[in-house]
Nanobody
Framework: QVQLVESGGGLVQPGGSLRLSCAAS????????MGWYRQAPGKQRELVAT???????NYADSVKGRFTISRDNPKSTVYLQMNSLKPEDTAVYYC????????????WGQGTQVTVSS
C-alpha cells in the first residue's frame, strides 16, 4: 500500500514563503516522478511542479522563478519551496507519485491548504 502524507501548508502574507513536504511510504518502484498539483475553489487541478527520480524538474509557467521542487530519494520525500507567494497561489496543494510499470499508476496525498492573504 502506497501512502502520501503532505505537510507544511498554512497561512502566509503575500511575498512570504512556505515549504511543503510530502513523504511517501509503502512499496513502489524507485524510478518514478513525484510532484505537486494544486486546486483552487471552482478551478481544475493544475500542475505546479514535478521532479523525476533523476532530478529532472518541470514547472508551471506561473511558478517559475518562485517555486523550487526537490526530493530526497532515500527518504522518499518531495519538497516544494514556495517564495514570493501571491494570493493567486491560494489553493489546496496535492502531492503526487507517478509510477510507470507497464501501466501508469498515480497516487495522491490528502492535500494541504495554502492560503496567501494579508
Amino acid at each position: 500500500q502506497v501512502q502520501l502524507v503532505e505537510s507544511g501548508g498554512g497561512l502566509v502574507q503575500p511575498g512570504g514563503s512556505l515549504r511543503l513536504s510530502c513523504a511517501a511510504s509503502g512499496n513502489f518502484f524507485n524510478i518514478n516522478t513525484m510532484g505537486w498539483y494544486r486546486q483552487a475553489p471552482g478551478k481544475q487541478r493544475e500542475l505546479v511542479a514535478t521532479i523525476t527520480s533523476g532530478s529532472i524538474t518541470n514547472y508551471a509557467d506561473s511558478v517559475k522563478g518562485r517555486f523550487t521542487i526537490s526530493r530526497d530519494n532515500p527518504k522518499s520525500t518531495v519538497y516544494l519551496q514556495m517564495n514570493s507567494l501571491k494570493p493567486e497561489d491560494t489553493a489546496v496543494y496535492y502531492c503526487n507519485l507517478r509510477i510507470r510499470d507497464w501501466l501508469t499508476s498515480n497516487y495522491w496525498g490528502q492535500g494541504t491548504q495554502v492560503t496567501v492573504s494579508s
